[in-house]
């Protein structure tokens, strides 16, 4: 069984490109609706799309000004309203969360727990969220929507060995991609989280079905997922690249010391990052820092006489590479994400390439 099925298939998105001064209306009709829900009374620009589950995240991404998140906190704090359409007349106040610095867990579990979060799902959401095919796959174990999830000794003995052989397969497929397509460079660790291309995972063009394999790489270790991501947008949108080995084609150890290169005119309009993470939880890297990465907007980096810049990676700081150091956790491994945000031509022609991690001795 897939375990991304469900995430693939709810990930239908909308992506409103929204200026100052030309309000946007995002509105999302609940499954069950009949009509458009245009019957608003707004003369705002309005964007409508009808959501196949009851339960729906936003994600918005604020650029930093003058290395600062200010300016985006200030936009969403004045400019956001999220209400229901009942209540457009005279919406509720906004009450805002900020989660910086606030550990919480947002993984999957890779247990039996599964199965549990799965039924959860099924019962919450209208039958429709999923096709038949999917539906009759959950219910041969005994999740279907108004049942309750009870297996009994043999069940609970088959299911619990599925999702260790099923997490293990997943983990291997994102970690050590043996689907030469997924590598930006010949000799090169640095990888793509969009084998194929495709937002879908479609090939070509759909002829060829849907990548699984592609599908199962990308959300096993992340979520969100949108065109903008993946598509070659010149001077916007964004653009990623992972790292999970080193030159010798070794996993970073957290003990040990490490260089990057990040080699001069990095191709970005506004700015790029690199962030380490947890292969085991797949989120940011808990350390002493913040925040696991550097970036060339917020952070002040020393600069090579040749324009390039040198990333560190290590338990401390090596001497006099404070500014460009991030830090990693003994006995625990680590690995790299790229951003560059606004790419530009030499990413795309790949007449730019970063460096690959290289173990300092």
């Known amino acids: 069984m897939p375990v991304s099925s469900i995430r693939a298939t709810t990930t239908q998105k909308a992506i409103v490109f929204s200026r100052p001064g030309s309000p946007a209306v995002f509105m999302p009709i609940t499954p069950e609706r009949k009509d458009s829900g245009r019957n608003t009374g707004s003369t705002e620009k309005m964007f409508v799309t009808q959501s196949p589950s009851y339960v729906n995240w936003l994600i918005l ?3 930093l000004v003058d290395g600062k998140p200010d300016a985006a906190a200030a936009m969403f704090r004045n400019g956001i309203k ?14 805002f969360i900020n989660g910086s610095e606030k550990p919480f867990n947002a993984i999957h579990a890779n247990n039996f727990e599964f199965y549990n979060e799965l039924a959860h799902v099924i019962e919450r959401e ?21 049942e309750k999830f009870a297996p009994d000794d043999r069940m609970r003995k088959i299911l619990d060995e599925a999702v260790a052989v099923g997490n293990a397969t997943a983990r291997a497929i994102w970690i050590r991609s043996r689907d030469e397509e997924t590598y930006f460079y010949k000799d090169s660790g640095w990888y793509t989280a969009f084998v ?26 992340a979520t969100v997922i949108t065109p903008a991501m993946v598509n070659k947008m010149v001077g916007a949108g964004s653009q990623y690249a ?3 080995v080193d030159k010798n084609g070794e996993y970073m150890d957290g003990s040990k010391t490490y ?11 506004d700015f ?26 917020r952070h002040k980096l020393d600069v090579n006489k040749d324009g390039s810049i040198d990333l560190y990676f290590a338990p401390k700081a090596p001497k006099g590479r404070d500014a460009n150091w991030i830090q990693t956790v003994p006995g625990k491994g680590w690995f790299l994400t790229l951003r560059l945000y606004g790419p ?6 790949k007449t730019w390439q970063p460096g690959e991690v290289e173990l300092v001795k």
């Open 259 to 269: 260089k990057l290169n990040i080699p001069a005119n990095v191709p970005a309009k």
């Open 272 to 297: 790029w990052s690199v962030v380490a993470y947890d292969p085991q939880t797949r989120s940011q890297l808990q350390t002493g820092q913040p925040f696991p990465g550097r970036n060339n907007q």
């Open 196 to 221: 194929g291309g495709d937002h879908e995972f479609l090939k070509n063009g759909g002829a060829g079905g849907r990548n699984l394999d592609a599908r199962v790489l990308f959300h096993y270790f």
């Open 61 to 63: 991404r604020g650029f």
């Open 82 to 95: 999220i209400y229901p359409l009942a209540k457009a007349a005279n919406p509720p106040a906004m009450k």
């Open 344 to 349: 530009l031509d030499p990413w795309f022609d």
């Open 126 to 146: 209208p039958v429709g969220l999923i096709d038949p095919e999917l539906r009759g796959l959950f219910a041969s174990i005994g999740i279907e929507k108004g």
């Open 242 to 244: 992972m790292l999970n």
